[in-house]
């Protein structure tokens, strides 16, 4: 099996502002609906107190698209991984605001959570949207998609469970498909990339950029 303790993370701390909102959110909620980092696997179903689907999302960022799939599919749980306090704060506030009982969060960096956890084929889904794309070919290696990567969080789908990317930077979407269509346990649910899933909510972003003529990919693969 691959070695996934990498030296070379997919991302940098930076020391971004914090709003003094985010703060209060991040001291206040974090111990309501964070989990903190141990070499534990998790109990899913007990630390949302049902059985019910269970998808992981991987760099929410400010968590807007997260809120917004976990208040329209109330029925399925979420986690979230992200490394960054601001956007940590934000979706904090956004759980108490909506009041999501459906959504919890741990702020660390995703491969050790995977592999520390996450209990191989306990998930049903996860999530990759719009990961850092590291567009300097010297910073490729810092790119989160790359092949043990991949090959550890396909460990922990469920068979039939499915695996969803996407990012508006054309050349690391052909480096993702590539990826996901080499992993021996993944199949791809479309021929290329796939139309984007109706509980993908399209961001203003996307939608400014769709309208300036960027392009977005998503990419879906099933479990075998």
Do not use: C
Not at 49 to 77: N, Q, V, Y
Not at 93 to 121: F, T, Y
């Amino acid at each position: 099996m691959s070695d996934t303790r990498r030296p070379i993370r997919s991302y940098v701390l930076r020391q971004g502002r914090v709003s003094s909102a985010q703060a209060r959110a991040h001291h206040e909620l974090l111990p309501r609906f964070g989990i903190a980092f141990s070499n534990q696997q998790l109990d899913l179903d007990r630390l949302f107190g049902r059985a019910a689907p269970k998808i992981l999302e991987i760099g929410f960022g400010m968590g807007e698209t997260t809120a917004s799939i976990a208040a329209a599919h109330p029925e399925t749980d979420y986690l979230g991984i992200e490394v960054h306090t601001p956007g940590v704060g934000s979706l904090l506030k956004l759980i108490d605001a909506r009041g999501l009982s459906n959504l919890r969060l741990i702020q660390h960096d995703a491969v050790d959570v995977l592999r520390e956890m996450i209990a191989p084929g306990s998930l049903d889904g996860a999530h990759i949207f719009f990961p850092d794309p590291w567009p300097k070919k010297r910073h490729h290696k810092r790119r989160l998609v790359q092949t043990d990567f991949i090959a550890l969080l396909a460990s922990r789908l469920k068979p039939g469970g499915y695996l969803h990317l996407a990012t508006d930077w054309q050349e690391y979407a052909e480096q993702m498909l590539a990826v996901l269509s080499a992993e021996p346990q993944l199949e791809n649910t479309a021929d290329g990339y796939a139309p984007r899933p109706d509980y993908r909510p399209q961001t203003k972003f996307e939608t400014r950029g769709l309208k300036l003529g960027h392009g977005v990919w998503d990419i879906v693969f099933r479990k075998k």
